[in-house]
């Protein structure tokens, strides 16, 4: 049987979906032996949260994963991985 959703918890589903390929494509740019590991943690960070239902948690968790990603991408900026 097929679950629907109301517009709000799609718009959220959106939301973690762009971050998770968003995390994705940083973690490309990450030096070739660190991918491995940055990209099992990333998954098993999203895995964790997979059936929250919570929508103020899901809004802080995306909020706190765009922080983790910022800070991702500036550390892979100065180390020159771009």
């Given at each position: 049987?097929?679950?629907?959703?109301?517009?709000?918890?799609?718009?959220l589903?959106?939301?973690?979906?762009?971050l998770?390929s968003?995390?994705?494509?940083?973690?490309?740019r990450?030096?070739?032996?660190?991918?491995?590991?940055?990209?099992?943690?990333?998954?098993?960070?999203?895995?964790?949260y997979?059936?929250?239902?919570?929508?103020?948690?899901?809004?802080?968790l995306?909020?706190?994963?765009?922080q983790?990603?910022?800070?991702?991408d500036?550390?892979?900026?100065?180390?020159?991985n771009?």
């Open positions: 049987m097929a679950r629907f959703m109301d517009l709000r918890a799609f718009i589903r959106a939301r973690v979906l762009k998770y968003q995390a994705l494509r940083i973690i490309r990450a030096p070739e032996h660190a991918r491995d590991e940055l990209r099992q943690t990333t998954r098993a960070e999203f895995e964790k997979r059936h929250c239902d919570d929508k103020q948690k899901i809004r802080f995306i909020s706190e994963g765009k983790r990603l910022k800070g991702l500036e550390l892979l900026d100065m180390t020159g771009s």
